[in-house]
C-alpha cells in the first residue's frame, strides 16, 4: 500500500536558517499521525515543503504516490489542508468563500457544508472578518473537510476551539479514521494528539528525533508509583536501584513516590520485601515523555 | 461569480472598479463637455495656421488637427490623464495579484486546491485586461457621448486605436509589474520599480520632440508606442504589436517566477545583508524611534522613505539635465510662440503662466512642483494618510495600540506630527537638489520663490494626507481613505484648471486648494502669503476632525 507521506532526507532552509533537516518521515495510510514539537521545530515548514508550497533545498518527498513538486496538483486534488496561520478573505462571507474553493475544486461541496457547519454550529452567512478566532477556525475546518480528501493535513487545528467543540472536531477526526483515510495533525496539544493519533512523530530543532507508537511512547514514558508502608521506611533503598530518577519520603516517613523510567520489576520486588498498605500506580503520559525529549532543551 | 480565480478576482474588486468605472466616465465628460470652447476659439486656427511648421512641430501641435476632436483629445486626454488612470490601476493591480494574498496568507488555501501557480498568474493576469478594459470603456462611453453632442467627429476606427493602445500600455506595466511581484513577493517594490519606470519612460517620451538628441530613443519607450502614428487618427498601429508582446513576456516571466518561488518566504537576495556592527546600529536607532507614535510612523518608513526621495530627485535632476538642451534649441523663438496661444488654451494644459513656460523656474515647476513630482509627493502623502488611522485598524494592529496608556488623541497627533515631518523632509530635500542644479546648470530660480514652492508643496501635500488621515478616521477603511482623498484632489485640480475658462467655474476656482498652492504663475514664482497659512489652517483642522471622529469611533467596527 502507497505510504501517505514518505519524504526522503527532506531539507528546507531559509537563507542560513535552517527549516527542517534531513526528514525521514513514512506516514501509512489510513492512520492518524501525530506530529509533536515545540514553537518552531519545523513542524510548519515540513507541510507547507510537502504541500509544494515552500520547494525542498535538497530531498524530495511523496504524498499518496505523487512527487510533491512535479506533481503537486494531483496531491493538491486529494488533501485537505487546515494552516497553523490561518488567513482567509475577510471580506468574503464563509459562504462565498466556501463556493469558491469548491470551484476551484471542482466539486460539489455545499450538501457536505450544511452539514460541517451544522456540527460546529457555524453560521457561514457572515463576513469571514467578523468572525471569533474560534468561528474562523471553524470556517477552516469546513473547508478542509469539505470535499471528504484522502488525505487531511491539519496544523494546530483545534486552536480556539471551545471544549465542546473541541470533542466534536475529535469526533470528526475519528470518523475519518474509521472510513481509511488517513489524517496528519500538527499540534502541540498533547492530549489532543493521545486523544485521536495512532502514532507520533516528534520534531526538535529541524529535525526528526523519534517516531513511536502513542502506546509505545507511554511505555517508554516515566512511571510514577506512590507506596504507603505499614512501618518507616528509608527511601534509600530505591535510589540506587535502575531506572528510578527521582525518589522522595511521603505520608510522615511512611512512604515514598517514586518516579521509573524502563522496566518497573525491580522497584516492585524491594518494594514487597516490605509490609505495604497501599500502592498508587500513575500510567505514563505523553507529556512526560514528550518532555522527556525536550528536557536537555535548556543546555541546548 | 465565484467559479475561478480570475472571476473571484474581480468580484473582490467590484465596488473600486465601479469607482474607477466612474471616475474614468465623470473625468473624460468633463474634458470632452469643454470642447466646444475649444472649436469654436476661431482666433485660433487662423494663428496655428501663421505659424512655421518647425516650430509648431517643436511643441507637438499638428496644425491639421489642433482645433479638432482628434487634436484635441489627444493633447487633453490621452496624453496624460487617460495613461495615469489606466496605469494606476493596472500596475496597482499586477503589483498585489499574488503579493497580497502572500502577504495575508490566503495563498496558502488557494495553492493548495488543485488550481496551478501558472494557472493563478494567467487568471490573475486576465483579470487585470479585464478591468483595464472596462475602465477603458468607460472613456469610450464618455467619447461616444461627446460624438452625438458635442460634435467630437471621431473615427471609430481611431477610437478603437487609441484605446486598444490604451488597453496594451495598461497590460504591459501591469504585467510588469505583476513579473517583479510574482519573482520577489514584494507588492512595494513591484509598484515602486514599475512606477519609476513608466515615469520615466513618460517623461523621457514628453521631452523628446523639444531635444534633438532625445528623438532616435523615443522607438525604445513604451509611451512612444503607445502614441506613435497617432492612432486616434488612424487606427491601431504596427507599434501596439510591440505593447502586446512585451505583455506576453513579462507574464511569461511571472509565471516562471511564482513557480519557482517559496510561498510566503522573502527572497535571500531581498534580504538586507547585516554585518554585526551594523546590526547594533540599526538596534540603537530603531530603539530611540521606537519609543513614541511619531518614532514608530517614521520608523515604518526608514526604507522606503529613501525611495521617494530618490524618484523625486530623479524628476528635478533629469528636468536639470534637459533645460540647456531645450534652451538651445532658441528658447526665444518658442517663448514667442506660446505667447501668440490664446492663455485659456495654456491653461488647459496646466500652463497658467504661458511666458514661464520655457524659464528654468517653469519648467521646474510643471516638471517637479506642479507635474508628476506633485503627484509623487501626493501619492505619498495619502499612502502615508490612509495607513496612519485605517490601516493600522484594518490590519487589526489598532487592538494593541489603542489599549496601550496612549489616548486616541495621543495616537491621531504623533502620527500627524510624523507625516508632517516626513513630508516636509521630502519636499526639502528634493529641493536641495532643485537648489544644487540651478547653481550647477543655472536655472536662475530665486531663493524665495524656490522657499515659497518648499513650503507650498510640504502644506499642500500635508493637507492631501490630512484628509486621508480623517476620513480614515472616520469609515476605519484604507480604501475609503484613499478614495475620499484622490477624488478630492482630482476634483480640486480639474476645477483649478477648468476655473480659467469655463465661466460658471470662474468663481468657484479659488476654493481649490490647487489655486491656494499654484496661484496663476508656477509655484516656483510664487510669494509667501496668505495662501500658505491657508493650506495649514485647513491641514490643521482637518486633523482636529480626525481627533473627533476617532474619539468616536468603534474600532475594528
Not at chain 2, 470652447?37 to 516650430?55: F, N, Q
Request: hydrophobic share 50%.
Amino acid at each position: 500500500m502507497t505510504a501517505a507521506i514518505l519524504t526522503d532526507h527532506l531539507t528546507k532552509n531559509y537563507g542560513a536558517t535552517p527549516g527542517i533537516v534531513d526528514l525521514n518521515l513514512e506516514v501509512h495510510a489510513g492512520e492518524v499521525f501525530g506530529f509533536l514539537g515545540p514553537n518552531g521545530a519545523g513542524k510548519s515548514t515540513t507541510i507547507r515543503t510537502i504541500l509544494d508550497l515552500l520547494h525542498p533545498t535538497s530531498g524530495s518527498a511523496t504524498v499518496l504516490g505523487y512527487d510533491t513538486h512535479r506533481e503537486s496538483t494531483e496531491i493538491h486534488r486529494r488533501i485537505g489542508y487546515l494552516p497553523g496561520d490561518l488567513a482567509m478573505y475577510d471580506r468574503m462571507t464563509a459562504r462565498e468563500m466556501l463556493t469558491y474553493f469548491s470551484a476551484l475544486r471542482s466539486v460539489d461541496t455545499m450538501a457536505a457544508v450544511a452539514l460541517l457547519a451544522e456540527r460546529l454550529e457555524l453560521d457561514l452567512d457572515r463576513k469571514i472578518g467578523s468572525y471569533s478566532s474560534g468561528n474562523r477556525q471553524k470556517v477552516g475546518i469546513v473547508q478542509a473537510f469539505m470535499h471528504e480528501p484522502e488525505l487531511l493535513i491539519l496544523d494546530e487545528p483545534s486552536g480556539g476551539l471551545d471544549p465542546l467543540m473541541q470533542q466534536e472536531f475529535y469526533r470528526m477526526i475519528d470518523e475519518v479514521h474509521s472510513e481509511g483515510r488517513t489524517v496528519f495533525l500538527s499540534s502541540h496539544v498533547l492530549p489532543e494528539v493521545e486523544r485521536t493519533a495512532d502514532r507520533v512523530g516528534i520534531v526538535r530543532h529541524s529535525r526528526l528525533v523519534a517516531v513511536e507508537t502513542v502506546e509505545g511512547l507511554k511505555t517508554k514514558a516515566r512511571r510514577h508509583f506512590q507506596f504507603v508502608f505499614a512501618d518507616l521506611i528509608d527511601p534509600a533503598v530505591f535510589a540506587a536501584l535502575p531506572g528510578v530518577s527521582s525518589v522522595a519520603p511521603s505520608h510522615d516517613g511512611y512512604g515514598v513516590d517514586i518516579y521509573v523510567e524502563g522496566p518497573v520489576d525491580r522497584v516492585l520486588h524491594t518494594a514487597s520485601e516490605y509490609r505495604m498498605e497501599n500502592v498508587i500506580s500513575h500510567e505514563g503520559d505523553l507529556e512526560d515523555a514528550f518532555l522527556a525529549f525536550y528536557k536537555d532543551d535548556d543546555a541546548a | 461569480m465565484l467559479r475561478s480565480v480570475a472571476a473571484k478576482t474581480l468580484w473582490e474588486r467590484r465596488w473600486g472598479l465601479l469607482g474607477w468605472v466612474a471616475g474614468g466616465f465623470v473625468v473624460t465628460g468633463f474634458v470632452v463637455a469643454v470642447y466646444p470652447i475649444v472649436r469654436d476659439s476661431s482666433g485660433l486656427a487662423k494663428l496655428v495656421d501663421e505659424m512655421p511648421m518647425e516650430l509648431l512641430a517643436l511643441v507637438g501641435i499638428d496644425p491639421e488637427i489642433f482645433t479638432t476632436g482628434f487634436g484635441y483629445l489627444q493633447a487633453q486626454m490621452y496624453t496624460l490623464i487617460a495613461p495615469l488612470f489606466i496605469l494606476v490601476l493596472a500596475i496597482g493591480m499586477g503589483a498585489s495579484a499574488t503579493s497580497t494574498e502572500e502577504h495575508t496568507g490566503t495563498s496558502d488555501l488557494l495553492l493548495t486546491t488543485p488550481v496551478t501557480r501558472s494557472s493563478v498568474v494567467l487568471q490573475k493576469t486576465l483579470a487585470l485586461t479585464v478591468a483595464a478594459t472596462l475602465l477603458i470603456l468607460s472613456f469610450v462611453a464618455a467619447l461616444l457621448l461627446g460624438q452625438v453632442t458635442v460634435d467630437l467627429r471621431l473615427s471609430i476606427w481611431g477610437v478603437i486605436g487609441v484605446n486598444l493602445g490604451l488597453l496594451l500600455l495598461g497590460t504591459f506595466f501591469g504585467s510588469m509589474a505583476f513579473a517583479i511581484a510574482a519573482w520577489t513577493g514584494a507588492k512595494g517594490l513591484a509598484m515602486g520599480l514599475t512606477s519609476g519606470v513608466a515615469g520615466l519612460a513618460f517623461f523621457i517620451n514628453g521631452m523628446a520632440p523639444l531635444v534633438e538628441g532625445l528623438q532616435g530613443v523615443q522607438g525604445f519607450l513604451p509611451f512612444y508606442w503607445y502614441v506613435a502614428d497617432d492612432p486616434l487618427m488612424n487606427g491601431p498601429t504596427a507599434w501596439h504589436l510591440l505593447l502586446f508582446c512585451g505583455t506576453a513576456l513579462f507574464t511569461i516571466v511571472a509565471v516562471a517566477g511564482f513557480n519557482r518561488r517559496d510561498i510566503g518566504v522573502r527572497p535571500t537576495f531581498l534580504r538586507m545583508p547585516r554585518r554585526p556592527a551594523e546590526a547594533a546600529i540599526a538596534r540603537s536607532s530603531q530603539s530611540r524611534l521606537l519609543r513614541s507614535i511619531s518614532g514608530k510612523t517614521v520608523w515604518d518608513r526608514r526604507h522606503s522613505f529613501w525611495w521617494w526621495l530618490v524618484g523625486m530627485c530623479s524628476i528635478a535632476v533629469l528636468t536639470a539635465v534637459f533645460f540647456p538642451l531645450i534652451e538651445d534649441v532658441g528658447g526665444d523663438a518658442l517663448v514667442q510662440l506660446v505667447d501668440s496661444y490664446p492663455p485659456e488654451i495654456l491653461a488647459m494644459f496646466g500652463m497658467t503662466d504661458p511666458a514661464s513656460l520655457f524659464t528654468g523656474a517653469g519648467l521646474m515647476s510643471t516638471r517637479v512642483y506642479s507635474g508628476i513630482g506633485l503627484i509623487v509627493v501626493l501619492a505619498f502623502a495619502i499612502g502615508m494618510g490612509k495607513a496612519a488611522l485605517a490601516g493600522e485598524e484594518h490590519e487589526g494592529t489598532a487592538d494593541l495600540l489603542l489599549t496601550t496608556s496612549r489616548r486616541r488623541d495621543d495616537v491621531v497627533l504623533g502620527k500627524s506630527s510624523a507625516i508632517f515631518g516626513l513630508l516636509a523632509a521630502l519636499v526639502v530635500g528634493v529641493g536641495m537638489v532643485v537648489w544644487l542644479a540651478n547653481l550647477i546648470v543655472g536655472l536662475s530660480l530665486t531663493f524665495a520663490g524656490l522657499l515659497t514652492a518648499t513650503v507650498g508643496m510640504t502644506l499642500f501635500g500635508f493637507l492631501f494626507a490630512a484628509l486621508a488621515l480623517a476620513a480614515g478616521a472616520w469609515t476605519g477603511s484604507p480604501g475609503a481613505a484613499t478614495g475620499i482623498a484622490v477624488a478630492t484632489g482630482v476634483v480640486a485640480f480639474l476645477l483649478n484648471g477648468f476655473g480659467t475658462i469655463v465661466d460658471w467655474l470662474k468663481p468657484l476656482r479659488p476654493l481649490s486648494p490647487f489655486y491656494w498652492y499654484q496661484g496663476d504663475a508656477n509655484p516656483l514664482d510664487q510669494r509667501l502669503g496668505w495662501q500658505q497659512p491657508l493650506l495649514l489652517f485647513i491641514g490643521l483642522g482637518l486633523i482636529a476632525a480626525a481627533m473627533l471622529l476617532f474619539r468616536r469611533r468603534d474600532v475594528g467596527a
